[in-house]
């Protein structure tokens, strides 16, 4: 079955109470929220993001690099930037950089809506009622709440599900721990390309075993799902693939700790921008909490 998918008003989420909750456990496998942030504040935002970015800690994704029609151009050098730390990094630089991220972020949006207040008050009403938290280690420091993702042209991220993330240390550290099952994605766009840059889910959760058929070849030295490469012509003849379209200032939630996802290459001179993070629930069903 093709992902199913909703769009709302950020004004009319009083009758999507357990809207989170829902996709977690099965519902609907993705929501657009639409104009959570004004496009012309995050024009902005870009803008300064654009100066700052030095002043960032920031990594570099290895990706590939495909023509169109999924030939393979150069496995050289990935171009996803990540600005702040991805939860997979060393505990201490990841810890210390949330916390700058989080001072960062504050001034990119100065002068606006605030990131942090803006998506904890949308998000909030979609919990069923339950806390909403940023996640914790152990010795009470808060991780990332989001991390910005920026894809320049000719970028795409490859096909990825979030189940297979959840070996590493950063997730065994969180303290209360959490419900691996109920991993759900968001992000807000900030800028979208010319053409290109959709996030596409597929009709294929991390245990099915059709999706092993797709990992023919091996490249060592890259992150953990980009390790094979994908057979594009494969996928898009044999699943059904939905792509969510959306505008600068959407928020997207779907349902990418179990369906298998990606975003599609970004063309044009513009890249595609989005900050974003990941929701589960607490492993004793109280409360929900988002990390990047
Ligand atoms: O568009 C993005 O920010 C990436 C979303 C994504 O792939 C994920 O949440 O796993």
């Not at 030095?54 to 150069?74: C, M």
């Not at 998506?119 to 914790?136: D, H, K, N, Y």
């Not at 699943?239 to 369906?259: C, I, K, N, Q, S």
């Amino acid at each position: 079955m093709p992902a199913t998918c909703a769009t709302t008003e950020v004004d009319a989420l009083a009758g999507r109470t357990d809207a989170i909750v829902d996709m977690m456990r099965g519902g609907c496998d993705s929501l657009v929220i639409k104009r959570v942030f004004d496009p012309d504040q995050l024009a902005e935002v870009v803008k300064r993001l654009d100066h700052a970015e030095r002043f960032f800690p920031a990594s570099a994704l290895k990706t590939l690099r495909f023509r169109n029609g999924g030939e393979l151009v150069d496995a050289e050098p990935l171009l996803i930037r990540t600005i702040g730390d991805p939860i997979s990094n060393e505990g201490e630089r990841y810890l210390s950089t949330a916390e700058h991220l989080h001072w960062g972020t504050r001034a990119l949006f100065a002068g606006g809506v605030d990131f942090e207040h803006r998506i904890e008050s949308v998000l909030s009403q979609l919990t069923g009622g339950r806390q909403l938290v940023r996640a914790r280690a152990h010795d009470g420091r808060s991780y990332s709440g989001w991390t910005f993702r920026v894809l320049p042209p000719d970028v795409a991220i490859d096909l990825h599900v979030g189940h297979s993330f959840f070996d590493w240390e950063r997730y065994r550290e969180m303290a209360g721990g959490f419900d691996y099952r109920t991993q759900v994605s968001f992000f807000v766009l900030l800028q979208k390309p010319e053409r290109g840059g959709v996030l596409e889910i597929l009709d294929v959760t991390h245990d099915d075993a059709r999706a092993q058929a797709w990992h023919r070849r091996t490249l060592p030295g890259y992150v953990a799902h980009q390790r094979d490469i994908i057979d594009y012509d494969s996928i898009d003849h044999d699943f059904e693939v939905t792509g969510v379209p959306m505008e600068a200032g959407d928020m997207l939630l779907f349902h990418g700790g179990e369906f298998y996802h990606r975003v599609s290459m970004v063309h044009g001179a513009r890249p595609r921008i989005t900050v974003g993070g990941f929701l589960g629930l607490s492993s004793d069903d109280q409360r929900l909490m988002y990390w990047a």
